[in-house]
């Protein structure tokens, strides 16, 4: 005789965990009610045991007090959390964007809101009044929304005024690929500048202007015909940094082809001519020094491209 087991009841503030459709775990706590609608919060885990450890995690948050602050403005806490948070754990292209996003966008229009206070009309207003394109408008709300969240794990704030707020959607810019005429004229016209070679492994190998300026000779081996990709030069505020990519896969060695091979080699002689041999860097300015991308943007690519009457891309 089969013997029934009975699920126990569960009692508010127990909350719950379930696996989702792509296998992964979610756990779930109510945390009561908020202008009659009940509260919830979550968190995402790959397994069943870490979403335990999760939900653990998540009942004692809610078992601790509220500390809000009154007198805090929404533009101080924001201040705060860019020094706190973002600028130690973030690129410094990372900061300079979400720092772009609240000193013109968010802090205009509620940085004088005290941080309780902020609800979602405030978020609402503040969408409204952004008129500069759809991006920066869903920009400064996921900036905006990720710093809240911030403050609703530190129980300054019982919720986050941005979940009640439908998220601003700008649609992606078309991509118009250079054709292979395109490429060859590009090319053509480049043959006897200083850094025909970049053009060249640009178009064979696809990489992206911060790593083809931050390429290294140490990256480049001409007799296995192939190059790895292991940092790019990020510029930001007219300085370079030099940083790995991304994510793991943009670390990757790219096979060169025989036209590949002799433009680098014709490059590895004009440094040497340009006493710039000393250099780590395989394209540098005639100084030796890293090419800036704002620089060779506007003063090479952007005239090559009007010149040959083609439309700019990057």
């Not at 990372?94 to 609240?102: F, P, R």
């Not at 005290?114 to 979602?120: E, I, N, P």
């Not at 503040?126 to 408008?137: A, C, E, F, N, P």
């Not at 990720?146 to 649609?171: Q, Y």
Request: aromatic residues 6%; glycine residues 8%; hydrophobic residues 35%.
């Amino acid at each position: 005789m089969l013997k029934k087991i009975r699920n126990r009841k569960r009692e508010n503030g127990d909350g719950s965990i379930y696996q989702k459709p792509d296998g992964t775990w979610r756990a779930v706590l109510s945390v009561g009610m908020i202008g009659g609608k009940r509260q919830r919060r979550s968190r995402n885990a790959p397994t069943k045991a870490v979403a335990r450890r999760k939900l653990a995690e998540l009942r004692e948050e809610a078992r601790r007090p509220f500390r809000a602050v009154p007198s805090l403005s929404t533009a101080d806490y924001l201040a705060g959390w860019l020094k706190d948070i973002i600028e130690p754990n973030k690129s410094t292209g990372t900061l300079s964007s979400y720092s772009g996003a609240v000193n013109n966008h968010i802090r205009p229009h509620i940085g004088n809101t005290k941080l309780v206070d902020l609800s979602a009309l405030h978020v609402e207003g503040m969408l409204s009044k952004i008129d500069v394109g759809q991006r920066t408008k869903e920009l400064s709300f996921v900036v905006l929304k990720a710093a809240l969240s911030r403050a609703v794990r530190l129980r300054i704030l019982d919720s986050n005024p941005c979940d009640a707020v439908e998220k601003p959607r700008s649609e992606r810019e078309e991509i118009f690929p250079f054709s292979g005429q395109e490429v060859d004229s590009i090319l053509e016209a480049t043959e006897d500048d200083r850094l025909h070679s970049l053009f060249v492994l640009a178009f064979t190998t696809g990489l992206r202007q911060g790593e083809l300026f931050g390429l290294r000779w140490d990256d480049v081996n001409l007799e296995a015909r192939s190059i790895q990709v292991k940092q790019q030069a990020c510029e930001v505020g007219g300085k370079i940094e030099f940083k790995p990519p991304k994510t793991k896969a943009g670390l990757r060695s790219i096979k060169l082809t025989d036209r590949t091979i002799e433009a680098l080699a014709n490059r590895r002689q004009i440094a040497m001519k340009e006493g710039n041999a000393a250099s780590e860097l395989v394209f540098t300015n005639n100084r030796g020094s890293v090419v800036h991308r704002s620089n060779f943007g506007s003063r090479g690519w952007r005239t090559l491209l009007r010149r040959l009457g083609l439309k700019h891309r990057g």
